[in-house]
């Protein structure tokens, strides 16, 4: 897991970060990617340049991406920070107990979270 925060400010006490991004050229004409958290509290979509929501330490939270057909069919996307590069068809899920980054890229591509943070203006 990455930790990349440049300014988390006003994190309460016993809580964690989770920040998703993905970058903004996920979008456009073949489709979009939105990310949604289990239990609930982060809700994002591509060429947003990112989400945040915080967590208390130790919980167990569930990312699903819902990827658009077409982009799905056009540009395969995995989770990078969470396991091996998994498919973003499949949940990601994480044990927070620090300040946590993930990303949903193209599978295509040599991403690292830091390479998508960058690129979504984060």
């Not at 919980?59 to 396991?83: D, F, K, N």
């Not at 991403?111 to 998508?116: D, F, K, P, Y």
């Amino acid at each position: 897991m990455h930790k990349l925060f440049p300014d988390l400010g006003g994190a309460a006490p016993g809580t964690v970060a989770l920040h998703v991004w993905s970058p903004p050229d996920l979008g456009g004409p073949t489709g979009r990617v939105q990310v949604r958290s289990q239990p609930a509290g982060l809700t994002c979509a591509t060429g947003s340049g990112g989400c945040r929501a915080s967590f208390g330490s130790g919980t167990r939270v569930a990312l699903t991406a819902v990827i658009s057909p077409a982009l799905q069919e056009s540009r395969p996307l995995v989770w990078v920070g969470c396991g091996n590069r998994s498919p973003a068809t499949q949940p990601c899920t994480l044990l927070l107990s620090s300040d946590t980054s993930v990303c949903v890229a193209p599978a295509d591509a040599s991403w690292t979270v830091e390479v998508c943070r960058q690129r979504a203006g984060g």
